[in-house]
C-alpha cells in the first residue's frame, strides 16, 4: 500500500457522515476492462489455445491468479499460473503504455473530491506494477492512498482490501463510499461493511440493500454519494 495521507485529510469531509471515498481502477476510472481481456485473448492465442467470450464474465475484476487458474483450466493450455501471470501482466503493461482511457465522468467526480478534499483511495485487484502505470495516465495527485492486489493476501471478493483502505483514513467502513464495476469488487466492499455505488462494466449487477446499481460515473457526484452515507 502507497499513502501519503496528511492528518488533515482524515477528518470527514464538511461534517458530512461521509468519511471516504474508494474506488476500483479497471472498468471504474479507466476504460481497460477491454484491454484485459484482449490481452487474455492475445495470450491464449500464443500457447494455441482460442478463448470463448462467455469466458470474459467469469474472469472480470477478478484477482489475476483466480482469472489465470480459471483459463488454464477451462482450455487445457500447459503453463504454470505465476508465468502466464507475469505474461499477461508483460503484455498489459506495454498495452496501456499507450495510455489508459478515462470513463466517462471520472475526470469530473475525481476534480471535486480533490476540490472538497474528500480522502480519496484507489483499491485494485491489479498489481502494483500495473496500478502505478495506469496512475500515469490518471494522475497519482488525485489519490492520497492506493492499494494493490499483490500488497493484501486475501484480494477481491475477500474484503480486505476495503478494510485495508479504511484503515489507512482512519475511516469507518460504514462511513466509506465504494465505486465498482464487477460482482467481485462489490462482493469485495459490502463484505468490508461499505456503501457501494455499482456502475458495471461487462456484466450486470442487481440492485440490493446498501447498494445503487447507476449506468455511468455520470450520474455520481459527491452529493450523491454524500446521500449514501447517514449517521446511525
Known sequence: MTSTVPASLTRTAEGSALQAVLLDM????VDTEGFWWDVEVEVFADLGHRLEPAWREVVVGGPMTRSAGYLIEVTGADIAIEELTVLLNDRFEK?????????PGAAR???ELAAHEVPTALVSASHRRIID???DSVGRHHFALTVAGDEVSRTKPHPDPYLKAAAGFGADPWRCAVIEDTATGVAAAEAAGCRVVAVPSVAPIAPAPGRVVVPSLEQVDLAFLRG???EE
Not at 498495452?95 to 470513463?103: C, D, E, N, Q, V
Open 26 to 29: 479497471d472498468g471504474t476510472l
Open 95 to 103: 498495452r496501456i503504455g499507450r495510455g489508459a482511457p478515462l470513463m
Open 109 to 111: 467526480l475525481l476534480a
Open 133 to 135: 502505470r495506469v496512475l
Open 228 to 230: 449514501l452515507v447517514t
